[in-house]
């Protein structure tokens, strides 16, 4: 059995149910096709790796498992208890590293992951911050309560957490939430495009 474990929160992608602040600007088709642009990407970067990967998705009755095979629903409650039961059930089953990631950051990749690992060898725990106050890479080494009481979805999230936890950190980047995240993604995939022919797929036209 590996010893460490990727785990990749994500949404079924429904109309309407997706980037729902994105959609208020853009249109819901629109944040749907945002959407699956980021979830494929994730897909791409995670096929094959050294650790192991789940999905933990939502709605539970949703039929993710036509996306990926190996997956599985998350628990019942607010995003704090789902993350806590996704960390507690990985080291129950004798993982000694868990990274956790949503769909929500362009930048996210295979590399960042692995660094996360490395750091978890000898840091209780490490964070990826966004530009939004928030983070987009969780990863433990052992139990922290960094879920309880937590400002979940406010600028305020990576502060309080810094104040809950000793952790190392990973460089800041960004999610994709808003019509100006997705302007800047549009200037960092074509900024990546010029430099190494592995860039992200274009986005699709919006307008």
Known sequence: MKTELLIILA??????????????EIGKAAALRVY?????????????????????Y?????????????????SDGDLG???????????????????MIGTDAPEMSARTVRHAFRLLRRERAVFQPTTDG???LIG???????????????????????????????PVTFDIDTAADLERYRQYSSSRLKKTSRA????????
């Open 11 to 24: 949404r079924y992608p429904t109309y309407g149910r997706v980037k729902t602040r994105l959609a208020a």
């Open 36 to 56: 699956r642009h980021l979830l494929e990407h994730h897909q791409r970067e995670f096929r094959q790796c050294s650790y192991d990967v789940e999905w933990h």
């Open 58 to 74: 939502t709605p539970a009755r949703s039929p993710f498992r036509r996306l990926e095979n190996n997956c599985r629903p998350q």
């Open 81 to 99: 208890e789902r993350m806590c039961a996704c960390f507690s059930g990985a080291f129950e089953r004798g993982y000694r590293r868990v990274v």
């Open 134 to 136: 928030g983070y987009a």
């Open 140 to 170: 433990l080494a052992e139990m922290v309560d960094v879920f309880s009481g937590m400002p979940w979805s406010t600028h305020r999230l990576m502060a309080a957490t810094r104040r809950r936890v000793k952790c190392a950190e990973l």
């Open 200 to 207: 992200l797929p274009p986005l699709l036209e919006l307008k």
